[in-house]
């Protein structure tokens, strides 16, 4: 099921799932009273040669909410995006933004579970993929925050 097919009454989930790549701490914010770290755990490349992946974890009060691979390949991205990946010091989401690239997300896998969702899409710039982001979202630790900390929300449907 792709996203497009995917509607839910939950307004934080919609807001998480619509929100572009490096705004997902600030739509878990709108929802959730308490502390949300994004730390990148690890950018490398899986063997040798110009892919990269960076593995992202969102936490709220110490839960594991979100964990993410964004995988891209030095060889297609322009040298000024590479750079400022390879130093680890933005968001992919703000890189896109300063470099005026389109963050919208072409979803490719979309699926609903109990106790989470899972979704990969692309960033594309023109026909090229710039990134490819794998996600697992964790509704039921989402479910935990909101009766600790009181935030109402509805349970979320697939259509």
Do not use: W
């Not at 990148?40 to 593995?55: D, S, V």
């Amino acid at each position: 099921m792709l996203a497009s097919q995917y509607e839910t009454k939950d307004p934080m989930i919609q807001e998480m799932l619509d929100a572009p790549l490096g705004h997902i701490v600030t739509a878990l914010g709108n929802h959730l009273n308490c502390k949300i770290k994004l730390e990148l755990i690890a950018q490398n490349t899986p063997k040798p040669g110009t892919e990269f992946e960076r593995k992202i974890l969102v936490t709220a009060n110490n839960l594991p909410l979100i964990k993410a691979i964004i995988k891209f390949d030095r060889k297609i991205l322009p040298e000024s995006i590479t750079s400022q990946l390879l130093q680890k010091r933005r968001l992919v989401g703000t890189i896109l933004n300063l470099n005026n690239i389109p963050n919208d997300k072409n979803i490719t896998f979309f699926n609903v579970e109990k106790e989470k969702i899972s979704r990969e899409y692309q960033i594309k710039n023109g026909k090229d993929i710039f990134f490819e982001v794998s996600e697992a979202i964790r509704t039921d630790y989402i479910n935990v925050l909101r009766k600790e900390f009181g935030v109402k929300g509805t349970k979320t449907k697939s259509s």
